[in-house]
């Protein structure tokens, strides 16, 4: 999904305003990946991207708190994961074992 630079902007700055006020000081929001993510799960259901979207953030945060990895590399795996999921559909594919291999 593209969005114009004014747009951009001000997700941006929405982005870093939400993450001071939940106070999740580490983390360097990559909006590009999000709305690609969130367009990509719409093949799923027209509702999936938000869905999706929320399940990947929260997939990273228990990642974080577990010390298994830092906030921007589980977010990475998660959203690997979540596209890897995306393309195999709603009936699944091989690569339908969660994180069994991710170190997630």
Known sequence: MTVS?????????WSRRLT??????????DTQ???RLAEESRSVSPSAGPVSTFIVGF????ATNSGKKNVQS???TALK???????DG???????????????
């Open 5 to 13: 630079s004014e747009e951009e902007l001000a997700l941006d700055q």
């Open 74 to 76: 589980a977010v990475e």
């Open 59 to 62: 997939a990273a945060g228990q």
């Open 33 to 35: 990946a999000i709305l």
């Open 20 to 29: 001071q006020a939940l106070q999740i000081l580490d983390l360097e929001v």
């Open 81 to 87: 994961k979540v596209h890897g999921l995306v393309a």
């Open 90 to 104: 709603t009936q699944g594919g091989p690569d339908n074992q969660g994180w069994v291999d991710s170190a997630q």
